[in-house]
Nanobody, 123 residues
Framework: QVQLVESGGGLVQAGGSLRLSCAAS????????MGWFRQAPGKEREFVAY????????NYADSVKGRFTNSRDNAKNTVYLQMNSLNPEDTAVYYC????????????????WGQGTQVTVSS
């Protein structure tokens, strides 16, 4: 069992930055690929980023590539999402996810979800 708690969301102006953190409980953290999804009002949940257990493989959605950086610290059981050059289209609830399987852009493939943290980008 893995429990995930996100933090770091908030309100930021366009062009600004935020760093999300996801603290995981459970001794199996280092065995799980970790990722981020987001859901904007009236839209479906969409893939944002994924990082493998060792951090050797990182995937990004095209919409965030070059602006977001996904990283993890297995010693701290924490995964991070550094978000730069934010724009209003990035406004959404961001969810941290974990899975025992490898990379997937599909939400159904992730077993564990955090409660979500709101990110709002004003124009």
């Amino acid at each position: 069992q893995v429990q995930l708690v996100e933090s770091g969301g908030g309100l930021v102006q366009a062009g600004g930055s935020l760093r999300l953190s996801c603290a995981a409980s459970g001794r199996t953290f280092s065995r799980n690929g970790m990722g981020w999804f987001r859901q904007a009002p009236g839209k479906e949940r969409e893939f944002v980023a994924y990082i493998s257990t060792s951090g050797g493989r990182i995937n990004y959605a095209d919409s965030v590539k070059g602006r977001f950086t996904n990283s993890r610290d297995n010693a701290k059981n924490t995964v991070y999402l550094q978000m730069n050059s934010l724009n209003p289209e990035d406004t959404a609830v961001y969810y941290c996810v974990a899975a025992g399987l490898g990379y997937s852009p599909f939400a159904s493939q992730y077993n564990y979800w955090g409660q979500g943290t709101q990110v709002t980008v004003s124009s």
